[in-house]
């Protein structure tokens, strides 16, 4: 019995869409379905982000990226994701949730939450940016509480406290702070992160140093409450008036998914799933990883400029 698909791909993020143009490059019968919008990840960055990367390292299917500078801004890295997928007129799915993928004699039956498909192969590429890791202390649940943070503007003239020293948290900070805010920042360690990007890093130093920013090293929060914080520092027990928290604690991929699909994952911490390097096929014959999810909980050593050869090492395997 042949399946509907030669293979379907779970995830409509930059990786997910590359896939999408090899196979149908290679003339493969295929559907990306995605839970979320188009390049849901990065539609959730801040409005205003920057990205590390060069334009050039972001380009898939030998599109050019064209940016106004060197480095591209989320609205244009949105931009040229759609332009790719209308000028390959990609088949997509967006805002539908892949529920369970089962093994059949034909291949593989994909649920999901508006319908079913067979498919002969499977790609996850599906990122990692939908489960932040949580604070987990009293009050994280209150509406004054979030995991993403979006545009400044929402914060003028409020107390925020953004917790984290990444590039999201200095981002965060540091916009929100441009924006009337009073803002402190909660620092689990010594200093501001390496890898925030090099440009902006003297920035949330020297705002930090001349007091225009609070910042709190080597501390935690221990309880949230509506008007107010609880913060453990190295002198003691810290309470501030508080109107909103932004988190930006990371974030992790859903590995539970492809625990359910029986693709073993590495014993130590960083849970790495097992795929064949040169073809990137997972123990379970026919389910590719493509992206970030390869890493497992090593969520830092790949990004879409060192993921985009996934593509091509996955579908020359299928043929």
């Not at 107010?228 to 508080?242: A, C, H, K, R």
């Not at 990371?250 to 040169?278: C, H, M, V, W």
């Not at 493509?290 to 050869?309: K, P, Q, Y």
Request: aromatic share 10%; glycine share 6%.
């Amino acid at each position: 019995m042949k399946a509907a698909l030669d293979v379907i791909i779970i995830g409509a993020g930059p990786i997910g869409l590359s896939c999408a143009l090899e196979a149908k490059k290679k003339g493969l019968n295929y559907l990306i379905i995605e839970k979320g919008t188009l390049v849901n990840s990065l539609y959730n960055y801040p409005v205003n982000m920057t990205f590390f990367s060069t334009s050039e390292k972001l380009e898939i299917g030998g599109v050019p990226f064209v940016s106004n500078n060197i480095k591209p801004t989320r609205n244009e890295s949105l931009e040229y994701y759609r332009r790719v997928t209308i000028a390959a007129n990609l088949n997509l799915h967006l805002f539908e949730e892949v529920t369970s993928v089962t093994r059949k004699n034909y291949g593989f039956e994909v649920m999901t939450s508006k319908k079913n498909y067979s498919a002969d192969n499977v790609i996850i590429a599906s990122g990692f940016y939908d489960l932040p890791y949580l604070l987990n202390v009293p009050g994280e649940q209150l509406p004054k509480v979030t995991h993403y943070y979006k545009d400044p503007h929402f914060y003028a003239f409020q107390k925020v406290l953004v917790v984290g020293a990444s590039n999201s948290a200095v981002d965060a900070a540091l916009e929100t702070y441009r924006k009337g805010a009073e803002v402190t920042m909660v620092i689990r360690n010594k200093e501001v992160g390496e890898r925030v990007k090099y440009w902006v890093r003297p920035d949330i130093i020297n705002r930090i140093e001349e007091g225009s920013i609070k910042a709190y090293y080597n501390a935690t929060i221990t309880a949230i409450r509506d008007n107010e914080v609880d913060i453990n520092t190295p002198q003691g027990l810290v309470t501030i008036p508080n109107d909103w928290v932004i988190a930006m604690t990371g974030y992790q991929p859903d590995l539970s998914f492809l625990e359910k699909l029986g693709i073993q994952l590495s014993e130590d911490e960083t849970r790495k799933p097992f795929y064949n390097n040169d073809t990137h096929e997972t123990n379970v014959r026919g389910i590719y990883l493509a992206g970030v999810i390869c890493g497992g909980m090593d969520t830092h050593s790949l990004f879409i400029e060192n993921s985009r050869e996934h593509a091509v090492k996955i579908i020359e395997n299928m043929l």
